[in-house]
Structure formats: structure tokens, C-alpha cells
């Protein structure tokens, strides 16, 4: 029965009559054996109910009944599902049937938020569904998914489980997956809240078209199953013979027929805890049996990287790849934490109060994991996330107190998790940990992160042979480290190193302080390598004769690194604390050069230290920059002299210009590698939002200086970091009328990759925003080119180049969002063996505007990023690349090469001439993509070779043309635009103001396209 059908029904014959409808129909297939016997009686009741409202409701009229009919409508089937869900769910307690018995235990092992072998524990024991995050998945091959506890953040989102196993429905290869992820990543956690969903009869609210089936979980570790799987049992035997089954007294065979009857979801776990590598095969070999005895059974299994690899199961239809947690992920996270924290606190208890308690806890930790990069690099650990909750709520606040943290991860790593799993371990956590203590402090001292695995064994050998005896070998413990613990990456092949740099760091503090080598960081006070290592020693020792070693030094390096001593160190004479306040504060208010820039220095060093993290590339700070700090500036740039009255040096500099504000920024992306040594990261203005999203802690009627904001009034100043993006540099060219190079200019661009896969890359350049007057003067160019009219661009990104048929193809082979793609749709496919170049290099053509779009939907969902044509007001501003401002009289060039077209510089058909050139070569096909010099943008090919698509729909004129970058769209959808003329087309049609319109569905093998997007945050 169709839900329009449902509607025709509940509209004609009132609401009730189609529940009862309902459930005659499922009367039917009750006795058919297709439904259960609680859905009729769920649809008779819901019938009963509602034709005694019906009664009420007729008497205040008709059409208040159809007007409830439509709204029930839409949310029939949520209540369907909900009711019957309830009813099944009692109807088995009721009934005393065995499912319902084994779906009741599954809830009692399955409903805590697991925190095994944790050190610090909470008070209470966490709703797992209440506290749970649904996880991010990928398919993946496994050989590209990285084993690293830490793994950098990206924007790839993935998808839920739950798409996974509705697209079982109908994809054979779903029905049979692994999943695959670094140690914490969640694997087992997800496994568990399946269960759990499933055995509450809850599937349905996690998608609405999610399978029902009867939830087997195993954990491939226990003895039961090895013995199952060394007997060569069957899973229905397996799964009989668990403790937890026998204890409810299962009827023969039940869960023999239901494998065999497309019922059941098994989810067999751990993999790579099989720890014998023989073993883990003949594990592999069973799960490959089962899949092959029970086909209609869905199956699910986890594994780390190393344990799938060493033991592949034939059978798996999609590897998929554990993500990482996003940063709103791990902002869920921890506010979900902390407010089931709070509840269990106030004996069950949730009203306002306790929820606002825990978003105050909870913004207490974002924030500090903002403002600490290795915690916020372990964050997107879930497994890591969970300790430094734990360790923030009960051991004290951090960063402070990381040494507790960082104690906490080694000991859970190195032996707790696994012993709480009843992994057998030769070594105890304190062994393992006194072996890499020495080979982090020998790692440290070289200045090296990575080793190889013969360089390693030397350096741990004596230690490990005064733990462990002859009973390990060096090889094996560092080979047992990475593949257990995690605390060990295999960073390229045979290439070792720490799963982070602060785990490094802390061992060799460690080191240091239980070998009485305090000697070797006062010797390195001023070395930046070390600083983590002096900040971490100094959170567990005596501080004072660090800060004395940086006072005797006195440099901005040292005395930064000693004032962080001073905040995070065990204790401090108070003579040497006095010492370092006198030097820095009243250094600010000196009239000597030296000393107030020595001072000035370093507060404006702490300052880039201690910005916010807003995600992975951006930092902002949170107050705003001093009278001090500026002066600086001043100093080093005008040759300034002091401009604040004594005891303001620490005061919000104001008073300043919007140019002096951006001549600060610029200043100090030059001046931060000798304050810190970072020298990929530059300063900009913030932008509004980010000012009203980040709130400075000064006065509120202090205003700021932003990009894209009101600069006009006196505003303070403050700064946002960002990474500095990959840069390229090119030349350009101009000619004359007559076709001959007059200029040549040296350019820069900044551009970012993104992987499309199989070695095909998409580069991106960074299109700075701008001013400029669209379309052609009045005595030039066409009709459709007329009026001119000023446009305001934002910064975006577009294309270097062309897409290439090598792109297309990585990207049209991807699942398809609305429409199938051609993998190869392209006409010209003939290497160019005299350039080097292969057809794949060459554009792409042949594909329609709807082809196009696809391609950016399909683009946008494999990066995370969203990706689309750009509007025309974007393709020209970018082929123009005039830099300058706006100008009510503009003077552009036809060509962004200058007055005219050679067939050097472009290729079209050059048989034809613009101005005064000579004729050239009509190469009567497409060119590799950047055969040609490029525009001052750095972008290639804006002139000829294909034709490109733009997002707008055409206009026969630019009457009623936006002013900005929008897409400017028409209810006649028949034509779309095109730029850039081709290879087939004479030079005037490859002008930067030449328009084109054609059939969206059109094919024809000189019709390309490049792509845009709107720019990563960039000053």
C-alpha cells in the first residue's frame, strides 16, 4: 500500500478507516508469514483511537479533518515505525519469547559506554547512547588507511553505517564488509551501539529505511570463538555454545534459520586482537566459511590495518575506512560527556540548570583544547578524547596537567587496555614505557623524529635486555609497540617514529628527570626543539634552574620558554620568579631600545603562542594587540619612537589606520620565524564573523579592524593565523598589436591539491577578491557583451586548469549523485608524442552542462568541499586578472595577454587574426592543458582551447546583471553560458569579454569546463 494511497483514503473515507485498512492489510500478510501479529494489533488500536477524535473533530468541520489528514500524512510513517517498534519490543517480554530474552541481555552488555583499561575512570558509568557520536566512514582500499593513532583532520565527511547497510538492501557488495581503523578510532564502540539499536528495536530512528535484523555480536578474542574457529564450528554453533546464549536456554537451531533466512547482522570484532599470526589466519579462513555457508546473513567485521592485511577475508564487498573525528564531532563529544557526567551527578536529573553546569564544563574544555595543538591533534581520537575528558574532570585542568594525561595514554597504550581485554602481555606497561623513554631521549638529542627499525634496536638494546632479558628481542618489542599500542607509526616503509611529537617529548622528560639530566635543557634553553621537552620537565620538577639558564641567555626564545616555566612548573624560588617578572614587565616600560625590545618581544611571542584554535589552519587571539607590541612595528618600520604614556605599554593599541593595521599583518608574517621559528604561518585581519563568533576579552565597545567590515572608525587591532598555502611562481607575457612580447612579468600564486586518487590530482589557485566592469565598452565588443556594469568579486578558488580527461575519468567513476557520467566521453584521445604529454593531459570535451554539474556534485562529496562551474562574473574577473581596484574608466585589453592573440600564446585558430599578427598554425584539435603562459592569476588556457561552462543560465544582454559574484540565474533554463572560445573558433571569440550561449544538454568535443569554489579563509 503506497503512502498516496494512504492519502486518497484518509482524505475520502476520514482517518480512521485507514488504519483500519492498515491493518487488515497486514492481517494478510500476518497469515502469510510476512508480518508479525503485533503490527495488526499496533494498526487496530491506532484505528480505534482515531475514529473516536474523528467523532470530535467532524463536529468542528471537514475541512479541519483534511487539513489533519495532510499533517499526519507526512509524519505517518515515524509514528508507524514508533508504535510498532514499542509494541514488538513488549509483545517479546510479554510473550516470554527467546528473542525477547536474547535481545534483553544484549541491552545489559551493551548499554555502558565501555572505558576499558582506563587509569582515571569516572564516578558513574555512562549511557553509551546517551554519550555515542555515530562515526564517520569511507570505502577505502587498506592499503591507504593510515594505522596512526593521531591523524590529521580533513573535511572528507564520509558517511554513516546505517547508509551502508540500507544500501545492503539492494547492493550485493555491502552486505559483507570490514571495517577498518587506527587504534581508538571507535571500531569496537560502533559495533556495540548497533547492537544495542538494534536490540532496542531502534533502527529506524537511525535511518528511516534501515534494515530490520537480529543483531550477533562476537568478539573475535574470546576463547569460546577460538575454539569454535579451531574446531571448525559453524557460527550457528559459535554463537550457541557462548555462556551468555546457554544461560537463556535458545530453542534448537534458532539462530541456524535465521542466518539462513537473510535475518541476521553479524558483527565479529577484532581481527588484529587474534594476536597469533597463524591463528588470525585460520580466523580469516572461518569468517571467509561462514560468509560462503550463510550469503543472505550481513556481516561485519573490524580490524586494524596491520591485522586485515596480514589476514585479507575473501568475501568482503567493501573495505571502509574509520575517519577521524571533525571538529564537531569531537565538540558533540565532550558535550555529551559532560552533561551525562552532570545527570548522573544529580541522581538522573536534566533541567536547565544542569544543562547549562554542562556546557560550561564542557566550553571550558573546547576551549583549551583549542589552544593546545597536541591536544587538539589527540582529540580527534575518540579512544584519546575519552581520556582527556576523564583526566580534565577528575585530575585537573589542562593543558596544565598534560603530564598526567600523557601518563595516562602511555599506560592505557602500553598494557591497561589490552589486560582489560584479556590480552596476554610479556612486558608491564611500566617496562614498555622505561624502553621508549630511552629511545625518545636518544630521538630527542639527534633532532630526529623517524628512525629505522636496526637504528632503534640499537638505541633501546641495553634497556630493553634490563627489563625483558633474552625474552625479547628489539625488533620484536618495536614491531609489538606499533602494532598493539599504537604509540609507534610506521611513517613510510621501514621508517619509524612516535604516533605525535608530544608523546616523544614526554618520555624523554621523563628520561631526563629519573636520570638527573637537568644539565641538558638548561644547555638547550634557547633552542626551539627542545621547549616542549623544558615545558613538560618543568610541569614535574623544580623549575628555577631553567628560568635561571633563560635569564642568563635573555632571549626572546628563552625568556618566552621561561615564562611558561613560571605558569606550568612544580615549584620556583621566589628570588628567581621576582627576577623574571622585573625583566619582562618593567622592560615594557623602559626607555632603553634593547631592553623594551627584548621585552616587547616576548609578549608578542607568547601572544602568537597562545592564539585560539578556530579548526586545523586557523588561530585567532582573544585579546587585542598592545601599545608595546605595536610599537615594535613602529620601530622596525618607520624607525617610531615611543607613542604611549608610561604604564599603557599592556593597553589595546587604538588610534591607528586601517593601512597601518594591514602593514602590522604583513610585518609580522615576516617577523614570526624569528619571534617562534614558524615560518610557514602568516597574520591577516580577521573577518567580522570571526570577530563576533571569537570575542576579544577587552572592553565590549572596543571595536576591531576586519576584513570586510565598516574601517572608517577608531578600532583596536587584533590577529588571525593561517597557514601559508602552497605557492607557485610563473611568468606572464604581454604583446603588442602586432603579436610581439613587450613585457614579461615575474608572478606568485598560492594554490592547494586536492587528491582525486590513483595519482590524479586537481590544483587550485587562490583568486584574490576584487573591483572590476564587466562586459566591453560601448564602441566595442557585441550586443550580449553591453552594458558595462561594476562587480564586486570575493576571493575564490578556481582551477589551474582545464578539467583534464584524467580527472574526469577519477571523478566520473565515483558513485553517481543524480546522473551516470561517461568514464572516457572524449573525442580527441591520440598521445601528443612529440610534447610528452599523454591524451589524458589534454581537456576534456564532449560533455554537457548537466554533465558538468555532476562532475562538481561528485567532486564536492569525495572532498568534503563544495565545488561548482563559476558564475560568469567569476570566469571573466578571473581570464581579466586585473589586479587593481575599481576604476569608473578602466582601460582592459582584449586578451589577458594584452592587445592581441598569437598561436604561441593560445590555441585556436590562428589561420584568422585579431589585430596586426601574423597569421599562425590552426591546430584543428585540443592541447595538454598548460601548454600555454598563463594569466596573472596563475591560471592557464583562459583563452581558446575548449569552450568552458559557467553556472548561469544566458542573458541576451547584461540588462539586470547582479553587481557581485552570484549566479544569475533565468526561468528559461534552454541555454546556458559559455566562455573562452576554442580551438575551432577565430581569436575574437576568444576574448575575455566574449559570451556564448548553448544547449545545456549539448556535446560537442570543443565544450570543456573548469571548476570553483569559495576560498579557504586567506587574508
Not at 292 to 297: E, I, M, N, S
Not at 342 to 359: H, L
Request: aromatic share 10%.
Amino acid at each position: 500500500m503506497t503512502w498516496e494511497k494512504v492519502l486518497e483514503l484518509l482524505i475520502n473515507y476520514g482517518l480512521a478507516s485507514i488504519f483500519f485498512a492498515l491493518a487488515a492489510h497486514s492481517l494478510v500478510q500476518y497469515v502469510e508469514g510476512e508480518e508479525t501479529l503485533w503490527r495488526v494489533i499496533a494498526f487496530a488500536s491506532a484505528g480505534i483511537i482515531t475514529a473516536f477524535f474523528t467523532k470530535i473533530l467532524k463536529q468542528v468541520g471537514e475541512q479541519l479533518e483534511e487539513l489533519i489528514a495532510n499533517w499526519i500524512v507526512k509524519g505517518l510513517q515515524g509514528i508507524y515505525d514508533r508504535i510498532v517498534s514499542v509494541l514488538e519490543v513488549i509483545g517479546w517480554k510479554l510473550s516470554f519469547q527467546f528473542r525477547g530474552k536474547y535481545y534483553q541481555s544484549l541491552i545489559y552488555d551493551c548499554r555502558d559506554y565501555r572505558t576499558l583499561g582506563l587509569k582515571t575512570k569516572g564516578e558513574f558509568q555512562l549511557d553509551l547512547e546517551k554519550v555515542f557520536v555515530p562515526l564517520r566512514v569511507k570505502p577505502e582500499s587498506v592499503e591507504r588507511i593510515s594505522p596512526d593513532l593521531i591523524q590529521s583532520y580533513n573535511t572528507i565527511e564520509g558517511s554513516s553505517i546505517w547508509d551502508f547497510l540500507v544500501a545492503s538492501r539492494t547492493t550485493r557488495q555491502f552486505q559483507h564488509m570490514a571495517i577498518i581503523g587506527a587504534p581508538g578510532s571507535g571500531k569496537t564502540t560502533l559495533l556495540e551501539h548497533l547492537t544495542l539499536t538494534y536490540a532496542k528495536n531502534r533502527q529506524r530512528r537511525r535511518h528511516p529505511k534501515a534494515p530490520k535484523l537480529i543483531p550477533i555480536l562476537l568478539y573475535l578474542r574470546d576463547k569460546q570463538v577460538q575454539d569454535a574457529i579451531a574446531d571448525s564450528k559453524t557460527l550457528a554453533d559459535a554463537i550457541a555454545q557462548q555462556d551468555s546464549i546457554q544461560e537463556l536456554n535458545p530453542p534448537p537451531r534458532w539462530f541456524e534459520e535465521r542466518l539462513r533466512n537473510h535475518q541476521c547482522l553479524v558483527m565479529l570484532d577484532g581481527l588484529d586482537e587474534v594476536a597469533d599470526k597463524t591463528q588470525r589466519k585460520n580466523a580469516s579462513r572461518w569468517v571467509r566459511a561462514q560468509i560462503k555457508k550463510y550469503p543472505k546473513a550481513r556481516f561485519i567485521l573490524t580490524s586494524r590495518p596491520f591485522g586485515y592485511q596480514d589476514a585479507p577475508v575473501e568475501g568482503v564487498g567493501v573495505i571502509l575506512d574509520v575517519k577521524p573525528f571533525n571538529l564537531a564531532q569531537m565538540r558533540k563529544f565532550i558535550e555529551n560527556w559532560y552533561l551525562q557526567n552532570e545527570v548522573m551527578r544529580r541522581q538522573g536529573k536534566e533541567d536547565p540548570g544542569v544543562r547549562k553546569e554542562a556546557r560550561k564544563q564542557s566550553s571550558d574544555l573546547i576551549h583549551r583544547i583549542q589552544n593546545s595543538p597536541p591536544l587538539a591533534a589527540m582529540a580527534l581520537n575518540p579512544l584519546l578524547l575519552t581520556m582527556i575528558a576523564t583526566v580534565h574532570s577528575y585530575r585537573g585542568a589542562l593543558p596544565g596537567r598534560r603530564v598526567e594525561l600523557y601518563s595516562e595514554i602511555c599506560d592505557v597504550l602500553l598494557g591497561r587496555r589490552q589486560e582489560a581485554k584479556g590480552l596476554t602481555n610479556s612486558l608491564t606497561a611500566e617496562q614498555k614505557k622505561a624502553v621508549l623513554q630511552v629511545l625518545a631521549l636518544e630521538l630527542m638529542k639527534r633532532e630526529t623524529l623517524k628512525f629505522k627499525p636496526a637504528e632503534g634496536s640499537t638505541l633501546i638494546q641495553n634497556k630493553l635486555a634490563t627489563v625483558a632479558g633474552r625474552e625479547m628481542e628489539p625488533l620484536e618489542f618495536l614491531e609489538q609497540v606499533e602494532k598493539l599500542s599504537g604509540l609507534l607509526v610506521e611513517r613510510e616503509k621501514d621508517v619509524y617514529a612516535f604516533a605525535h611529537k608530544s608523546f616523544q617529548e614526554y618520555l624523554a622528560a621523563v628520561q631526563i628527570k629519573e636520570s638527573n639530566q637537568e644539565t641538558l635543557l638548561s644547555e638547550n634553553i634557547s633552542v626551539p626543539w627542545w621547549d616542549e621537552t623544558i615545558r613538560l620537565y618543568a610541569a614535574q620538577s623544580d623549575a628555577t634552574n631553567l628560568i635561571r639558564a633563560a635569564l642568563s641567555d635573555s632571549t626572546v626564545v628563552s625568556l618566552t620558554l621561561a615564562l611558561d616555566c613560571l605558569e606550568e612548573g612544580l615549584s620556583v624560588e621566589p628570588e628567581v620568579r621576582e627576577q623574571l617578572n622585573d625583566k619582562l614587565e618593567a622592560g615594557l616600560e623602559s626607555t632603553d631600545p634593547d631592553i623594551f625590545r627584548l621585552a616587547a618581544e616576548v609578549q608578542l611571542a607568547r601572544r602568537l603562542r597562545n592564539l585560539l584554535r578556530i579548526d586545523e589552519n586557523l588561530a585567532i587571539d582573544r585579546s587585542a594587540v598592545t601599545r608595546a607590541e605595536f610599537q615594535l612595528f613602529l620601530n622596525e618600520q618607520f624607525d617610531g619612537q615611543p607613542q604611549f604614556s608610561p604604564g599603557t605599554a599592556k593597553q589595546p593599541i587604538t588610534g591607528i589606520s586601517f593601512q597601518q593595521a594591514l602593514g602590522f599583518c604583513f610585518w609580522l608574517s615576516a617577523k614570526a620565524s624569528d619571534l617562534n621559528g614558524q615560518s610557514t604561518d602568516y597574520y591577516r585581519l580577521p573577518t567580522v564573523t570571526e570577530t563576533q563568533n571569537y570575542s576579544a576579552q577587552e572592553r565590549e565597545d572596543l571595536g576591531y579592524w576586519t576584513v570586510g567590515g565598516s574601517n572608517t572608525e577608531e578600532k583596536g587591532l587584533r590577529i588571525v593565523k593561517t597557514q601559508t598555502p602552497s605557492i607557485f611562481q610563473f611568468d606572464t607575457v604581454f604583446v603588442n598589436a602586432q603579436g610581439q612580447e613587450v613585457q614579461r612579468e615575474r608572478h606568485y600564486a598560492r594554490y592547494f591539491t586536492e587528491d582525486l586518487g590513483k595519482g590524479v590530482a586537481l590544483e587550485m589557485v587562490y583568486i584574490p577578491g576584487g573591483i572590476f566592469m564587466m562586459g566591453s565598452p560601448e564602441e566595442e565588443g557585441r550586443d550580449n557583451e553591453h552594458p558595462q556594469h561594476e562587480v564586486t568579486i570575493q576571493p575564490f578558488c578556481m582551477s589551474k586548469f582545464q578539467i583534464t580527461q584524467a580527472q574526469w575519468k577519477a571523478v566520473a567513476v565515483l558513485p553517481k549523485v543524480k546522473r551516470d557520467l561517461q568514464p572516457d566521453p572524449s573525442n580527441f584521445t591520440k598521445d601528443l608524442a612529440q610534447s610528452g604529454k599523454t591524451r589524458w593531459d589534454r581537456p576534456v570535451e564532449t560533455v554537457s552542462w548537466y554533465d558538468a554539474v555532476e562532475f562538481c556534485a561528485r567532486l564536492s562529496r569525495l572532498t568534503g568541499r563544495e565545488y561548482s562551474l563559476p558564475s560568469e562574473a567569476q570566469w571573466k574577473y578571473a581570464c581579466r586578472a586585473v589586479i587593481s581596484g575599481a576604476s569608473r574608466n578602466p582601460t582592459y585589453s582584449p586578451f589577458h595577454f594584452g592587445a592581441t592573440l598569437t598561436d604561441k600564446l593560445a590555441n585556436y585558430d590562428a589561420s584568422k587574426t585579431y589585430a596586426k599578427e601574423p597569421q599562425g598554425e590552426d591546430r584543428k584539435q585540443t592541447t595538454p592543458v598548460g601548454s600555454f603562459p598563463p594569466n596573472a592569476f596563475g591560471l592557464y588556457d583562459m583563452h581558446g582551447n575548449v569552450w568552458e561552462w559557467c553556472a548561469d543560465a544566458w542573458h541576451k544582454n547584461y540588462e539586470g546583471a547582479p553587481n557581485n559574484e552570484n549566479i544569475w540565474s533565468s526561468s528559461d533554463k534552454s541555454i546556458y553560458a559559455l566562455r573562452g572560445g576554442s580551438w575551432y573558433y577565430d581569436p575574437g571569440c576568444c576574448r575575455s569579454a566574449c559570451r556564448y550561449g548553448y544547449d545545456p544538454d549539448g556535446q560537442l568535443n570543443d565544450i570543456g569546463f573548469r571548476v570553483a569554489r569559495s576560498a579557504p579563509r586567506t587574508p
